[in-house]
Each structure stands twice: as C-alpha cells, then as structure tokens.
C-alpha cells in the first residue's frame, strides 16, 4: 500500500518537474500567430479597431479577446482571411458592410496646411504648402486620419462609384423551401 | 473528317427556324449613334474626337490604349454631339462613357488605308496591324482584341486555325447566314488569319444541323488546298473553343493551358469576315449581323446593323416586341441580359432576343433533389449541385477545392435542373465574389507596401536628423577641400 | 426603362421539373400496382389507400409546421412516392396502424426531421418498412397467398373493411411465408435449399407472384417494364438496376454451384422478395443514392451484395430493406471517391500533359 502510494507520487513529482522545466525551457517567447495576424491586417495604424495599432488589435485577436469584424480598412476580404486563420465564424452583424470609400478633399475649404499629408500613412495625399491637396484614389485606404486632424473640415468619406468591372452577379435567393 | 466526343453536354430546343431562312438585311441608318468606350475585353479605348468633330464614316473616333485594347471607328458620317456616361449594354445597368454621334443622312466614307493587294505575300505583322486598326475584336460574344489572338504564333508553332461555325447557342443564325451568304470572304478572310497566325491549315467546324452553311462553305473551300470543312454534331457547348478543339482534333486542353500551346487556335467565323473586309478593302469593323429573335417579336431576322444603334431601333425596326419577359444580348445560354432597351448594339452583339415568358420557362427555384443531372450536363466534369451548395453556405474554399474557377458558364446544368435552381448564377456570384476578394487582398497589399515605405522613409529622415545633429556637435573638417574630398 | 436584372441566364430551360419526374416514375409503377391490388384484393386497397392518405397526411403537417405551402409540397408528388413504395413494401393483408406508423416515421422522421426534400439521408419508405418490421414483426411477416378480386374465396369489400380497419382477421389458418421466409425455415429445419425451392411453384409462377409476400414482391414482369419505362425516359440510368441486379445474379448463381444445399440459386433472387422492384425504384431514389454513374453502379453492387448477405446469413429472410439503408449512408462517401474528372485534368485534379496537334 505505502509502496504504491510512494512510487506513484515519486512519479508524479518527477513527471511534474519535467513538465514544469520543459515549459521554462522550450516556452516561445512571441505568439506566432501574433505574428501573422499582424502579416494579415493593413499596417496603417489607423486605430479605427480601437486599438492603439495593428499590432495590438492582432494581439488581441490571437487571444481570442477580440471579433475579427473591427478592421474597415481591411474589409471584407480581411475579416474572412482572419476568420478562416482564427478558424472561427465571422458575426458579420458586427460589421457594418460599407461600399469602399475613399477620402476627397474640398478645393473651396482646403488650405494646404499639410497637416493631412503628416498623417496619412499610405502616401496617398500629395500637395504643396499653401497649395490644394488632392487624393490618389488608388493608394488611399479610407482608414479616416486625415478628416480628422483637418482644421477646415475639407476632407470627407465619399463612397467608389460602382464600377462595371468590379460588379458581379448576386448570390441568388434561397431555393424556396417547402 | 475524324471526329471526337466531346465531355457531358445538352441538346436544347435550338429554335433556329425563326430565323435561319430569312436573308440578312441592312438596317437603314438610325439619327443617332452610341458608341461605348468599351466594346471588348482590356483597357477602354481613348477618345480621338470632342463634342463639335465631324467624322466621315469609318473615321478613328477613340485609339487602342494599351496592349489589350481596341479602336472605335464611325459608322457613318455625321458629328460627334457628345462623350457622355450613357448605360452599358451589360447587366449592372450601369454607365459607361459613349461617344454619341449624330449621322448626317450622307454615309460619306472617309480616305481608307489601302487594301493589302496580297495578303499571302505581306509579313504577317502587317496583317496583325491592319488588324488591330481596323477595331476587330472576337465577333462570337467573346469580343477579345484579335490582332493579340493573331499574335499566338509568334511566341509558338501552330499547326491549324480552326474556324468556329458552330454556333451552338439557341436562336441565333448570324453566323449561319453569313456562310451562306458570304462564303467566299469567310474563307478568305480565314486563310489571311491562318497566314498572320503562321499556321499552315484552316479546318472550319459548322453543326451538322447548317446543312446549307456546309454546303456553301464547302463550296468556297473547294478553291484552297487548306481548308477542310469538319461536321461536327449539334451539341452544346460545342461552340465552347475548349470544346470544338477537343471535337475537331481529340485534344483536351490541360487546365491552366491554351489551346494555342497544342498548336490551335480558334477563331470566329464572323470575324474572319471582318478580317476580310480589313484587308482587302481596308475597312475598320462599324457594322456586324446580329439575329433579332424571340417569340415577342413579329419580324425576326438577321440584320447587318451599324454599330451603336440603340435596341430599341433595332427592336422597331423588327416590328418591336411587345409582351417579352426577358430581353438577351447574346443567345439565351450564355448571353446576358439587357438591363434597358436604350443601350447600343455594340461589337459582341450576335443576337437581341426578346423572350416570351413561355419561352424562358422561368420558375420559382425547388430544392435540390440530387438526381445529377448538372454532373450528366456539365462539359467540364464538374458537380454542379455540390459547388453551389458550397457557395450557399458561403464555403467559397471548398468550392474552388472541387472546380468553381473551371466553370465556363455555359450554363448547360441550369437549363436541365429539374428544381429550377440558378446554378449558373451561384458560380457566376462566386467568381465574382473571389475576384473582388483578390482586388482587395491585392490592395491592402499595394497599402502595407505603400506604408512601409513610408516609415522607412520616415525611419531615414530621422536618422539623417540625427546624423546632422551629431555632425553639427563634432568638430568641423579642417578645409572645405578635405570636406568635399570626404563627401563629394 | 433601367430595370435591376436579379437573375442571370440561361434565359431558357429544359421540359423537365421535378413533377414531370415523380410523376413518370409514379406512371412506370401503375401496371405492378393494379396487379398487385387485384391479386391481393380489398384490403390490399384499404391498405395502399390508408398508407398514401397517411403519408399525404403527415407531409402537410410537417411542411404546414415548418411554414411553407403544404399543397406545393404534395404538389411535386415526392411524397406519393415514398407513400406507394411503402404500401408495396408492407404485407397487404397488415392493419391500418402498421401503415400509420411507418408513414409517420418515413415521412415525418427520416423525410422531415432531416430537413424535407432533397435532404434526407435515408430512403424514408424503408426507413418506415424497417420501423415496423422491427416494431411488428408478428404482422409484418404476416403474408396470405394471393385471393385475386371476386375469385371464390376472397374477402369481399366489407370483408376487406374488417380485415384492414376491423380487429384483424386470425391470420393463423391463412398465413404463410413469403417464398425466402420459406426456404429459409426450410433450411432451418435441416431442408436443403435446393429441395425446398423445389417445393415452390415454378419460377415462372413466382415471377408473377402467385405467391404470399408483400404486395411489392409479386408481378416481377410488371415492374421490370416499368423499370424499363424509366430508363427509356432517361429518369433513371442502367447503373444502380444493374449493379444490384447483376450481383444478386452472380453471387447467387455461384454460391449455390458450390454448395446447392446451403444457397438458392441465382434467378430465384432475382425474381423474389423486393429485387426488381427496390433495384429500379427504391435503390435509385435520387435523393439517397450517388449522383454520379461510377458512385451508382457502386451503390447498386453494394445493395446486392448486402441484401445477398442478409438473405443468406442474417436472421431475417428478406434484407433488402436493411441493404438499401446501410447503403445510403454510404451515398455522401461514394460521392466524394466517384467524382467525375474535371476537364483538362487528371483525376486527382492536376493538369493533364500537354498534347499536340498534329
């Protein structure tokens, strides 16, 4: 009885301490899902997640602490990469499906004060001291820093016109059941 | 000829007599033309005129821009009102900016590039040119820029064109007129295209249900000793290019390959003539046959309409259609639908369609009952019931796993699905859905890029900040020389 | 005029429906069925009416329940197939509350509770025979040699009314095994096989079903034409009728070669029990059999080889019921090892070698 209560713990014990150290030793000092999450998202540091970076929301999201659904720069198409890597089902109802937008500057309110151009993390706003500044559609993001720190209020979101070559067929409607 | 089977496959009603006896037609000249920017697959093309020009008729009025591209000529003489964002004949309904052009009533042609006098002779680059001049795009609906399909042989040995006369689709007839019709300038414009292609055969392939065209074409070939006519049965989607090669030759196209790289390449017999017309009379493509059909119109026919002319003229001009349910550019398989009657005819056009409810047998859409009839159906080996179950369940992962991006839609397992299920439409969602989720993973790339350029940027004004300041504390070169000789 | 086009092409279609195919396979099965019903007479009528009403029945309720529209649903005929099926698979002389209970099951549970048509994963007519065979067996194996319609001896309507709807008639004295559950007793009792088939009418007689069993089993010719009916109206393909078929014949044929004492022959098979009539219209249900021809000819040599299997080991004289259930769930995996090869592929899917024309 003793023998056994005694060689079971003197196993438990050393299988323990293994597993203890082992722990110590082999820990991976970053989550590398961290890592590639962060690979994932946008990189503009646009905080609209509410968190102060990408990295910090990419941390959140390997926790599991947070929704993949925060990102509008993103998109759609970010929130199912996250989703697929997470392997978890996105709550769509949480994001709110916007067209993509793009920022557009008033040439009547815009003072060239360049303050949008400092904040912009894309380079997607060019434009001289004193001078209209103006968005390059292509490179903008619409991650919204720019309408924020500008003092004229010139900048806005606009919607990207619908366009022929990125339209396509909607998904048909449920076969009727019965 | 020997010929091949071909994968899966349906026999629609075919409903060809409509129209398949009746000549071609010219439309008279309508008041006033639209001419969309883009009529072919690639970049727009950029307008040569402003509101005010007057044009002679087949004068430039927009250039190729960029390599896939295709030229816009005038269709008749008259003055440019307008380029303005007019609604597209493509489903969206949305706009697409049109040179609008007001006809004179005179038709006056403008000074022509001369005819090439011997083709055969000519380096095959100056045909691929006169070509691309002329705005010839694929005439069977594809409407890719021919001249850069001519250009296959260059890079590749090619052994055959094969001429697609098949014309598989329900309703139309353009394409079996126009042999009858027009055989010697088919064959002729072929053997040019065989002759820019460096391929030394042309095998033209009709549907056994064109006795007639056979008859004919067989005729004008008679004179070569290159082309051979095959026979090739009335199946859809034989007209499919994948399809008629592996009908015609026995060769199936791997995935991910063209048929150019078995040394075929497919060409419409529609624009064969265009080629024709390019080069031996130097004419730029402002006109096309287009068969107007369907139960809801009174006159059918098969019309050579000027490009641009609005399908509610055509429509009129066919003794209009009331009571149709669905109005199709195209044939009724693949073709697409007309989201108004105010948009031109522009080069891809084969048909107008105006069909009666009874005709489309539209229904409410019924469970799937897995009786498999779309996996008999499909010519690309494909399980249609299951991909667009996938897709209902947004699964679009697996859906490519098992072959959404191989489907042509043909549609050939829509039209035999006994529950009425828009299997079609989920793959095209599906495609569609993919390619704007590669647009945006392809953009929030362009962006992280762009990004981090900026903070290394950034990065680097910071350290050359530093360096200054660091430089401006320690002690100054001895000599400006020793300065400039340090750092020049 | 901009109208918002929601549905993309073909902007044409083919005559089929899914009512056109019940209903032709519901044409193909009549001729079999007015034999039988005459063979077997009045309460063989009670009894198919009571289980297609039954089965009607409970399809409006559970469709009603589920929110749609219970007239659309009868509407496409699905359910008055499963109700005839089961009422051929049922003994025609069975009470009314045999057909009641396996129509709630077949309907209700392996039809409905599984999502309705097209979902279900099993065979709802034999999910309903299964059920009360296991549940009755006393009068589930209640079989009565065939009294044709106002022959001497055969129960008249009234009669027939008590037999269906009354407390039963005492089977005892009228009651006799189908000709498996026979030779199977027989061989039981130390009867050879080949002797006791031998003691059976010819097998021309059985082919036509002179002979006790459940209404199903009889009129071998009738349904083997209908059978042909569909596969000529392209309802059904050759693959699962003769694959089943094909391996009864065969294992049948070449065990009672090697041991006539233990194994009926191969024709026997064919012509008894469910055979003909599960080979071509209960093994080819669409919607729990393989889609493809490779994965059909599959399940089709599956369902023979079980129902071979049950028949000549297992406890029970007919297992063609149980063979077309184990199948089914077989389907979703034949669905995935007989998937057509894509075009321009090899079958795992990589391109195929690039050819040359020549």
Redesign the interface.
Known sequence: MLLDVGSLAVMGVTLGAVLGTAAKLLAVPHNPLEEEILEMLPGSQCGQCGFVGCAQYAAALAKGAAPVTLCPPGGKGTIEALAHKLGVTPDMGQHKETVPQVAFIDEDLCIGCLRCIGECCSDAIVGAPKQLHTVIADACHACTKCVKVCPTEAISMHALPPSITAWHWQKPGDPMRH | MKLFPI?GG?H??HRKDLTSEKAIVAMPMPATLFLPL?QHIGEPAAPTVEAGYLVKKGELLARSDGAISAPIHAPTSGRIRAIAEI??P?????P?PTIILESDGKDEWTDLPPPIDDPFAAPPQSIRDRVAECGIVGMGGATFPSAVKLGLGTQRKL??LLLNGAECE?YLTCDDRLMREYADEVIDGARIMAHALGAPRVIVAIETNKPQAIEAMAKAAAATDNVTIAKVPARYPMGGE?QLTQAV?G???????LTA????VVHNVATARAVHDAVRLGRPLISRIVTVSGGAVPNPGNIEVPLGVKVSELLAFCGGADGAA?F?SGG??????L????VPVVKGSSGI?A?TRA???????????????C??A??????P??MAAF??AEKM?EAVR??VQ?CVSC?SC?????????L???F??A???L???D???R??E???A?????NARLERLAMARRDAAARARAPQPETAQEAGRIAP | MNTVVEKSGPYTHGANSIQRTMFTVLAALVPATLFNLYLFGWPAIFLFAMTMAACVACEAACVRIGGGSPANAIGNGSVLITGWLLALSLPPWAPWWVAVVASVFAVGIAKHAFGGLGQNLFNPAMVGRVVVLVSFPVQMTAFVPPKPLFSAGAPGFIEGLGVTFGRGVNLDGLSAASQLGFVKNELARGVPAHQSVEQLPGLGELMWGFHPGSMGETAVPLLLLGGLFLMWRKVITWHIPVGMLGTLLLLGTLFSAIDPGRHAGGLFHLISGASVLGAFFIATDYVTSPVSNGGRLAFGIGCGLLTWIIRTYAGYPEGFAFAILLMNAMAPLLDRAFRPRMFGRTLKGEPLPLGKFK
């Open positions: 994968m349906i629609p009603e883009q609604t597209a493509h489903p969206s309904g949305l697409m052994e055959v329900p994948r030759t060769l199936e196209t791997p995935a991910r390959k790289d078995m040394g075929v669905r199709v009724p398989m693949m073709g697409q639908p989201p108004s009657l105010d369609l069909l005709e489309t047998r539209e229904s409410e859409p019924q469970p799937c009952i897995r009786c498999g009839s996996i008999a499909c010519p690309c080996g494909l399980v019931m299951q897709i209902r992962a098992i072959g191989d549609g829509t039209y035999v699905c006994p529950s009425h299920i828009p079609v439409q989920y095209r969602y495609k569609g859905r390619a704007t989720q647009r945006e993973r953009k929030n362009q962006t992280k762009l990004v981090e350029a900026r």
